[in-house]
């Protein structure tokens, strides 16, 4: 099953089918230029003209080795961590070697298999410079990804809701002892979900699942004033995402959007796959000024670095204040991240 785990430190390899990780490549090997035509040239003038000459001849081998890398970048995390570094590390020397040498054959470059060979070896450093970052980010993270995992264990639901759930639980025992019956096993269920492992990515109908238990326990507390719509748009139910990023949001809306209001609102929550990406949104209604608190603002910025852990810069997270066409005004967060299946 997909992970939060590819980020460990014990494999030095990244995932170089991340957007985050092709960019920063990307990014090195022309700062890496930047500052070679620097220390080679006397004035501005010629920095940036030598700059341009080895950027034009560094990007055919970068963007053939990006491509490469995407193809078998699970190959390369099948090998031991060592021989994994040194396969990308030639790759990146015969790449260069290889444009090399065709630039000889159209007669664009000369010198030998000395200057062949002394491409080789620039590549081969900034491939081995690059892999020694990713490896040290790889290991500033593991700290990262044990806080994100006792923030998911201890901080997911406040514990105005756990206090008020019982006591709506408690009036119901006399009246409807089945409702407080099913109404405990939700509770069970949420609680159980929060002490999982949450370093895995899990199926969209699971998190739906749990996301409906969580709204049904508010809707016994909140009654009529809670309305839910959702809408589900021909989402594949065993697409992945991260555990409990839904569920916070949703506590948010109605903490802010439902409870401050003695009129009813609705909350609403759709899906939609676009390409290769999975859009989820939320909306609720807007009550006094507006819903920018400091305890919203903390569980916005949770769910972003969660985000950031697992996907990188592959995923975001957006809110905005809309006024709907019957003047009603709505909180919305959209969240956008890679449509992803498990792997067999």
Known sequence: MASIKHYAAGHPLPDFRNFGVMLRIVLGVNLGALVAALAQSRDVGEWLERYVEMAAWAQPPLFTDLVLLWLFARAFRLLPARWGQAAVILLAALSAWWQFDFWQFMGLEDGGWRRGARAALLAALAAGGLLAYFGMRARTFSPALAEARLQALTARI??????????????????????????????????????????????????????????????LRLGDRLNVEWEIDAVPADVEVPPLVLQPLLENAVYHGIEPSSEPGTVRIGFARKG?????????????????????????????????????????????????????????????????????
Request: net charge negative; charged share 30%.
């Open 158 to 219: 406040r514990p105005h809701f756990l206090f008020n759930s019982l006591n709506a639980v408690l009036s119901l025992i006399r009246s409807e002892p089945r409702r407080a019956e099913a109404a405990l096993e939700e509770l069970a269920d949420l609680f159980r979900a929060l002490m999982r492992d949450h370093r895995d990515l899990v199926p969209l109908a699971d998190e739906i699942a749990l996301c409906r238990q969580y709204l049904d326990l508010e809707k």
């Open 276 to 344: 290769g990406e999975l859009r989820v949104w939320l909306a609720n209604p807007l009550t006094g000024g507006g819903q920018e608190s400091r305890g919203n603002r903390m569980a916005l910025a949770n769910v972003r670095e969660r985000l950031a852990l697992y996907y990188d810069l592959e995923a975001h997270l957006e809110t905005r204040e809309e006024t709907r066409p019957d003047g009603s005004r709505e909180y919305h967060v959209s969240i956008v991240l890679p449509c992803r299946k498990p792997t067999p």
